[in-house]
């Protein structure tokens, strides 16, 4: 039995050793600890509240101890001697280091604000999501393969209260149950013919013993939220959503995997969009076999549509976000996508295709199949994540904002080599020209803009400075509409400061109907030196994004992915149902 991280208080562990691991010995990640939960007054649990259609995970205790122990033997072979984990971006010691560090989980606990005053508009909650692994890796570990934990910020009245939760994944909770891992990290665990077939002779075996029902998914919810249809959902792309739930106290549950009525069945994005107007959601999914990209929307009470399939995109795509207009939905096939030649030769099974050429697709977003998707090509236009897209000339143009990965080939392994900068790229819906612009040079992801413009013509953008990714060590304002005077488009900056890294950050609106950016954005930051971490309120009406609030939080928050403020309205609907 895997043993789960020990609980120390004191500072985060020490950068890893420099020394390659050995590949005869358990890989450990020894460097990395968790802490102690603060001393301070914890609220009273919430009551729970059935939800409707959804997955519950089966509890139970594995049936037999010996299978367990056989099979526990065999995946140590596995990693230490058929796959260690020989590469940086693979080594938990590496790849776990410093703030990237997992957690325990942490009760509601109250907060100090420390400067300034938390603004009215903030009633609700912030949180962010990102993957925080409750088991130590054994083997090799991706960023991307640790289990989701949620980290919330609930604010009433000014007063903030931290609490940081595990999605309960039916993957979390058999492995949990188990007290060892049980499933394969899908990022790290399947790098060479070799390692993929060995770990998938000992997922076959777990199943075979019942250790795990993959019928009930194994995915992380460790990417992002969305909240619609009255639902708030933790989400991965790799599984169906997780309803979760922010009580009044400010603990964070997790309600179940969410089917839509049955509706939903395999996997869905962990970027859907939603139409401020109508309040309707857009969705997709992509896979390794054709239809290698599927898509779907929601009405605004979260009923789902029949799916989409686009057998149009010939080969599988590493398809992470999309975008919506008014009439589109607008997707990217890029370079990026499953790559068995990499894979044979020990790399991983998602690489870059120097060959194939990106495109934009742009499909009607009522269609009930693919017949009107038009594709247009756009050489080297690579990216992992959207930020907006509008219309223009009467609906005959389509705007797209993205940033462009300008060298994909790292955009998994070497993520510290990754540059992205952000591109306004029109399309001519007739003529099937394409022009683009840079927005700015500077290395920028994690972008957002005011939520009351989604799918619509925006003027401004906050973004994430890499330094380099997967750090973030500042946000920066763009002004969009500067694009066709050929400079930089940036408007408003904060650099946090030496030793301190943040993340995404998200915007709030002082009152709903303002100007496009009155209003703050918000974001979880880490200060290497001290060893703290804090929440900030910065005004983004300001040049250099002045902080109006900031508090001092009971524990480091690690550094994760997405995040989203829900006001407190709509956490008043998750409620009882």
Not at 21 to 38: G, R
Not at 119 to 144: E, M, S
Not at 537 to 552: G, N, W, Y
Request: with cysteine.
């Amino acid at each position: 039995m895997v043993p789960k991280p020990v609980i120390v208080t004191g500072p985060p562990p020490p950068p890893p050793v420099s020394s390659p691991p050995n590949p005869l010995l358990k890989t450990a990640v020894s460097t990395v600890k968790t802490e102690e939960k603060p001393q301070t007054t914890t609220l009273p649990p919430p009551k729970t509240n059935p939800v409707p259609s959804i997955k519950t995970t089966p509890q139970r205790k594995t049936n037999s101890w010996a299978p367990a122990l056989m099979l526990n033997t065999l995946d140590n072979i596995i990693n230490n001697f058929i796959d260690p984990p020989l590469k940086p971006s693979l080594d938990p010691r590496h790849v776990l280091s410093q703030n990237f560090a997992p957690v325990d989980e942490l009760p509601p606990t109250e907060c100090q604000v420390v400067q300034g005053a938390l603004p009215p508009c903030l009633d609700g909650a912030y949180i962010r999501n990102g993957p925080n692994p409750q088991f130590l890796p054994r083997g090799p570990y991706h960023l991307f393969d640790g289990d989701g934990m949620l980290h919330a910020l609930r604010i009433s009245q000014g007063k903030p209260t931290l609490c940081s939760r595990y999605v309960k994944t039916y993957k979390y909770t058999m492995e949990n149950d188990a007290g060892f891992p049980l499933i394969p990290n899908v990022f790290s665990g399947f790098n060479s013919l070799v390692a993929s077939a060995a770990r998938g002779s000992l997922s076959a075996a777990r199943i075979l013993t019942g250790q795990f029902n993959p019928s009930n998914g194994f995915g992380l919810a460790n990417t992002s939220l969305a909240f619609f249809g009255n639902r708030l959902f933790a989400l991965g792309e790799s599984d169906l959503p997780y309803a979760v739930n922010v009580t009044s106290n400010g603990d964070v549950e997790t309600i179940g995997r969410y089917d839509f009525n049955g509706k939903l069945t395999v996997s869905m994005t962990a970027h859907p969009k939603i139409d401020p107007d109508t309040g309707e959601c857009f969705a997709f999914r992509y896979g390794p076999i054709p239809p290698f990209l599927t898509y779907f929307r929601f009405d605004p009470n979260g009923n789902k549509y029949d799916d989409v399939p686009i057998f149009s995109m010939t080969s599988p795509s590493f398809l992470h976000d999309f975008a919506i207009t008014k009439n589109y939905a607008v997707f990217c096939d890029i370079q990026l996508g499953m790559n068995p030649l990499d894979m044979i030769a020990g790399g991983s099974p998602v690489g870059s295709v120097a060959s194939k050429v990106p495109r934009i697709g742009i499909l009607p977003r009522d269609a009930k199949d693919e017949s009107k998707m038009k594709w247009f090509d756009v050489p080297g236009f690579n990216i992992i994540h959207a930020i907006n897209a509008w219309e223009e000339d009467g609906g005959r143009t389509v705007v797209l904002l993205a940033p462009n990965i300008l060298s994909v080939e790292h955009a998994l392994e070497r993520m510290e080599l990754i540059h992205a900068m952000v591109e306004k790229v029109k399309i001519d819906l007739e003529t099937g020209m394409v022009t683009r612009q840079p927005v700015s040079a500077r290395n920028l992801d994690f972008a957002v803009v005011n939520p009351a413009f989604v799918g619509k013509k925006n003027r401004f953008v906050y973004a994430a400075v890499g330094d380099p990714m997967p750090k973030i060590s500042g946000v920066v304002k763009l002004d969009v509409s500067k694009a066709n005077e050929r400079r930089d488009c940036t408007v408003g900056c904060r650099m946090f400061g030496e030793g301190c890294y943040g993340g995404e950050p998200f915007f709030v609106a002082k009152e709903e109907g303002g100007e496009e950016d009155d209003g703050y954005l918000v974001t979880y930051v880490h200060d290497e030196r001290k060893r703290e971490s804090t929440f900030l309120v910065m005004d983004t009406k300001s040049p250099e994004l002045d902080v109006v609030a900031e508090v001092k939080l009971p524990r480091r928050v690690p550094y994760g992915f997405h995040g989203l403020f829900v006001k407190e309205s709509d956490l008043r609907k998750v409620g009882p149902l």
